[in-house]
């Protein structure tokens, strides 16, 4: 395998905090970049480019490989709730929900599917993260996935027909080859932002079966206060700046997850049978949530109080509840089997997975 760059047209000390300044020079940057890139191959190697896979968002990729007379198959990382909102986006619009920019016109409740996690329009995936211009934007680009979707031969996504049966039946294009994790292909990670640090596995060791929670996310503190509070739990908890996520929440002292609830994190957590304790923050995870309070029901989602702060009784009060009764970690084994089941031979994420590489194989067989 041989990795190249494509440059996004800024100079390495631009700053890339202005979004529409990135997206506009992405937009008229990578695609011809993209296209150079595939000649070269084409010129200097043996073995053609038969097809482009792509992220989803990275749009501009599709018509590149169209022009090109290439096969394209894109790639969605997220849960199947978010694209469907991607690909409704006009429909949102004739229904009123938002407006040609994106922008939510009301806080009335999208429901695209009764099975489906409702959407609050200010938690469209392009309307929770910055201010108005920000949303416009990211409107603009969602408008370019939902087109680069319908360029696609394949849509593949990172998800599994148990968990959202409901998508797939009301969206038959996409392709559910999940859940894609190091865990389920007997590997190691191969990729971190940070270096994991074991020894929160080594602390899980001397613990009862289930008696820890995972909290995931992050925290920033003053060394003086950090201090102390290490201090304070030394002898109740565990802290480390990357942990190994997988491995952790496949430790039989597991008892729960206290997640952000990304689409990765739920994953590992409904791959591993854990319950979750819900605290979302933006985008795909305020669909998640509702995925695993409301229709999964393998957790529980916190209250905030009148000053919308979630306190330390709401949290002791739902780590009561999660861990009193067994119906939610009955209900996370039970999706476990089934979500776990797919991926192994005869599963239906297998076969989709099977398929699409045969697919491949047959494209450069004919190019031969």
Request: charged share 25%; net charge negative; glycine share 6%.
């Amino acid at each position: 395998m041989q990795m190249a760059s494509i440059p996004d047209g800024l100079e390495p000390w631009e700053d890339r905090s202005d979004l529409a300044k990135v997206t506009k020079s992405i937009v008229q940057t990578m695609p011809g970049k993209l296209e150079e890139l595939i000649n070269k191959i084409n010129e200097e190697d043996d073995s053609k480019v038969t097809c482009v896979l792509a992220d989803i968002c990275m749009g501009w990729s599709m018509p590149v490989a169209e022009k090109m007379g290439i096969r394209r198959a894109t790639f969605w990382p997220a849960s199947v709730a978010v694209l469907a909102s991607v690909l409704s986006f006009q429909k949102l619009i004739d229904d009123k929900s938002i407006d040609d920019c994106g922008v939510p016109l009301n806080d009335k409740m999208i429901h695209l599917s009764p099975s489906m996690p409702p959407i609050k329009p200010s938690n469209l995936s392009w309307a929770c993260i910055g201010d108005l211009a920000t949303t416009k934007i990211l409107f603009e680009v969602t408008k370019e996935t939902a087109k680069a979707a319908t360029m696609a031969e394949w849509i593949l996504c990172n998800s599994n027909d148990h968990l959202e049966p409901e998508a797939f039946t009301h969206f038959p294009q996409l392709s559910p080859i999940g859940p894609l994790l190091a865990s389920n292909r007997l590997a190691e990670q191969a990729g971190h932002f940070w270096q994991e640090d074991s020894t929160c596995l080594t602390w899980l060791d001397t613990q009862a079966p289930g008696s820890t929670i995972l909290m995931g996310g992050q925290a920033r503190y003053n060394q003086g206060d950090y201090s102390r509070f290490m201090d304070r739990i030394q002898a109740l908890g565990k802290i480390v700046d990357w942990a190994p996520q997988q491995k952790v929440l496949a430790h039989p002292s597991v008892a729960c997850f206290l997640s952000h609830c990304g689409w990765n994190s739920t994953l590992e957590g409904v791959n591993n049978g854990v319950p979750f304790m819900c605290w979302p923050y933006f985008a795909d995870q305020f669909h998640n949530e509702s995925y695993i309070c409301d229709i999964w029901k393998n957790g529980v989602a916190f209250n905030k109080n009148n000053e919308g702060i979630i306190t330390r009784d709401e949290i002791e009060n739902k780590v009561n509840v999660l861990l009193s009764n067994t119906t939610f970690k009955a209900k996370a084994l039970d999706l476990k089997e089934k979500v776990t089941s797919s991926i192994k031979k005869g599963g239906s994420s297998k076969k989709n997975l099977t398929d699409f590489i045969e697919w491949i194989h047959e494209k450069e067989r004919d190019s031969e």
